[in-house]
T-cell receptor, first 113, second 113 residues
Framework: EAQVTQNPRYLITVTGKKLTVTCSQN?????MSWYRQDPGLGLRQIYY???????DKGDVPEGYKVSRKEKRNFPLILESPSPNQTSLYFC????????????FGPGTRLTVT | GEDVEQSLFLSVREGDSSVINCTYT??????LYWYKQEPGAGLQLLTY?????DMKQDQRLTVLLNKKDKHLSLRIADTQTGDSAIYFC?????????????FGTGTQLKVEL
């Protein structure tokens, strides 16, 4: 079964405590991306990766890091989380190429106090 | 620039048709999408339309694209309570980012009995 998994699904943490949200896909997709969803703002892209070792900034990359060491995994790293990073985060994957459907993970709800 | 707008709420009676509207600003959009988000879930692709098409029908769903006015709509015929969700339109742009999607703010559809 084609899957995009994210862990954890829910996380409450404190300001400044480093955290990583994992994203894994089993579809051998080249393209992976992270979005955050905030009320009234829709989804905004944080970072994306076109393939292994190829990553680039999206629209709201400040305060985030990513890595793509393997094709199936694309972790999102918050080195020093702040309350304005409280949000719902989605990982998405697709084959390379503009016409291919993006598959979304189930989301990670992060609260930073 | 990239800007995708939707109204925030729509309420319809079960059995009626729903029409969800979206406007976008970037004329270089290649594909336009409609995604559905049910409570507590990720985004699910409902349908998409290529930018050189005017209309696409898929069972109860009809997508209309007015490229001149940069207006996209999704019509759901015979709306059911299971259609209650947030609906996002998104555009796909030919950028160095390949598959980047720019999302609207989402329209919350409420179906009343």
């Amino acid at each position: 079964e084609a899957q995009v998994t994210q862990n954890p699904r829910y996380l409450i943490t404190v300001t400044g405590k480093k955290l990583t949200v994992t994203c894994s896909q089993n579809m051998n997709h080249e393209y992976m991306s992270w979005y955050r969803q905030d009320p009234g703002l829709g989804l905004r892209q944080i970072y994306y990766s076109m393939n292994v070792e190829v990553t680039d900034k999206g629209d709201v990359p400040e305060g985030y890091k990513v890595s793509r060491k393997e094709k199936r995994n694309f972790p999102l790293i918050l080195e020093s989380p702040s309350p304005n990073q409280t949000s719902l985060y989605f990982c998405a994957t697709s084959r390379a190429g503009i016409s291919y459907e993006q598959y979304f993970g189930p989301g990670t709800r992060l609260t930073v106090t | 620039g990239e800007d995708v707008e939707q109204s925030l709420f729509l309420s319809v009676r079960e059995g009626d048709s729903s029409v969800i509207n979206c406007t976008y600003t970037d004329s270089s959009s290649t594909y336009l999408y409609w995604y559905k988000q049910e409570p507590g879930a990720g985004l699910q692709l409902l349908t998409y339309i290529f930018s050189n098409m005017d209309m696409k029908q898929d069972q109860r769903l009809t997508v209309l694209l007015n490229k001149k006015d940069k207006h996209l709509s999704l019509r759901i015929a015979d709306t059911q309570t299971g259609d209650s969700a947030i609906y996002f339109c998104a555009e796909s742009l030919r950028t160095g980012g390949g598959n980047k999607l720019t999302f609207g703010t989402g329209t919350q559809l409420k179906v009343e009995l």
